[in-house]
């Protein structure tokens, strides 16, 4: 492999909290250092950014059974177009991801065709049907990195405590979504005035901290590894920061459409708004904001969740939840830097360093000797999002026709370059 070296670069370091002009060197798939090499190729970042991969947690590729919405190809494609060098998979696919079989196969195909680094998770009970616990031992043997049923919450507590009590005994990391699950049935929007003008089925935010009390109690009982997917509401932020700080395993994510969009954008029924859990308030977001800032919530991820246009061409209340976000998490992300929310090298802890970290991953940084899965991006390039030009096989995205500023120009994974591909 070739060695490289990137000149006038504006590095952003997330494990020094650094941002600064300088070179970086790769050799043989691993960073260098600072310094030059005679044989190296010379790339010139003409002052743009160049930052660690981002590790993106929550990727619903839809292979096995519904392939039509989204391949590994596909998604690879996009991810590599967003500057996504690791993409965590969820297992909610059709089967589910519960059999180190499955898994297999999901591994095997991942590897023939996605150009970036694919992590598989697997369900925590089988079907994830919350009734009888997956073979967590031996899909770990399999290379699954995490543990989720994802938005099918156990409901019998006596079923999850004996999952989490497994993982602890294997050191598994347990990935849930908490919510309470019969408030939550059916929802289409977060309860208060603006679902009530427009008649939506709505949930209570307090639905997400009921789940996260009962998920936190779980934790003290078991001593268990423990994410909670997203975090979105300030109700369920301080049951948070009260459970970090008497020592709990404890770490928590949240969508970047929770973090730049509000219970408002739905306006006229627009389903591509859809998400889940719905869309908070202005409040809830500005506080999900403030949490990333100051590292309560550790990591951000695009929860890309690919729907085709039959599913999401219906009345708001009956159409399916989810949107796209590999190629969109960047160019959003960079709205927080923006507004002087944050900034950059405090937003990479979280698309990058903290993931990695969480999953015991050497990602994340740009010391010598990581792993050299870069990207390279203007932060200021401003254009305007065309949903049609998306690599994703689906195009539901609640940026179509948003300005947005932040424009991938390179990625590379393990000092190979898989985009401009």
């Given at each position: ?86 993409m965590v998979t969820r297992p909610d696919t ?160 949240v969508s970047i459409h ?164």
């Amino acid at each position: 492999m070739s060695a490289l070296l990137f000149k006038n670069a504006r590095l952003i370091d997330p494990e020094t909290g650094t941002d600064s002009v300088g070179t970086l060197a790769v050799r043989d798939g691993k960073i260098a250092g600072p310094t030059g090499m005679d044989d190296a190729t010379v790339i010139d970042c003409d002052g743009k950014c160049l930052a660690p991969g981002i590790v993106d947690i929550g990727v619903k590729v839809s292979e096995p059974g519904e392939r039509h919405k989204e391949s590994f190809r596909s998604a690879g494609l996009a991810a590599a177009a967003g500057g996504v060098t690791t993409m965590v998979t969820r297992p909610d696919t059709t089967p589910a991801i519960d059999t180190p079989e499955v898994l297999e196969f999901v591994r095997r195909r991942a590897n023939e065709a996605s150009p970036v680094r694919v992590l598989p998770m697997a369900a925590l009970t089988r079907g994830r049907q919350g009734r009888e616990m997956a073979e967590i031992g031996f899909l770990m043997d399999a290379g699954a990195v995490a543990f989720t049923d994802c938005d099918s919450v156990i409901t019998d507590t006596k079923v999850f405590t004996r999952c989490m009590t497994y993982a602890t005994s294997l050191g598994a990391l347990v990935i849930a979504h908490p919510q309470e699950p019969i408030l939550s049935a059916g929802a289409a929007a977060t309860s208060g005035k603006f679902a009530s003008l427009k008649g939506l089925p709505a949930v209570s935010p307090m639905a997400e901290r009921m789940g996260l009390d009962r998920d936190i109690a779980v934790v003290e009982m078991t001593g268990a590894r423990y994410h909670a997917d997203q975090i979105t509401t300030a109700r369920a932020l301080r049951r948070l920061e009260r459970a970090r700080s008497v020592g709990l395993d404890i770490t928590a994510g949240v969508s970047i459409h929770h973090l730049t969009l509000n219970e408002l954008d739905v306006g006229d029924f627009r389903t591509f708004f859809k998400v889940k859990p719905p869309l908070r308030s202005e409040d809830d977001r500005l506080a999900a904001v403030e949490a990333v800032a100051s590292g309560l919530i550790d990591v951000i991820s695009s929860m890309h969740t690919p729907q085709d246009e039959e599913s999401k061409r219906l009345p708001f209340a009956e159409a399916a939840s989810g949107a796209v976000g590999l190629e969109t998490l960047l160019p959003a992300a960079m709205r927080l830097v923006h507004n002087g929310h944050i900034d950059l090298p405090t937003l990479w802890r979280a698309l990058s360093l903290a993931p990695s970290k969480r999953l015991g991953l050497d990602t994340g940084r740009l010391k010598a000797g990581a792993p050299a899965d870069l990207v390279l991006f203007d932060p200021d390039a401003p254009f305007v999002m065309d949903r049609a030009k998306l690599r994703s096989k689906s195009k539901n995205t609640p940026f179509d026709e948003a300005r947005m500023e932040g424009r991938v120009l390179g990625t590379w994974v393990g000092g190979a370059p898989v985009f401009p591909d």
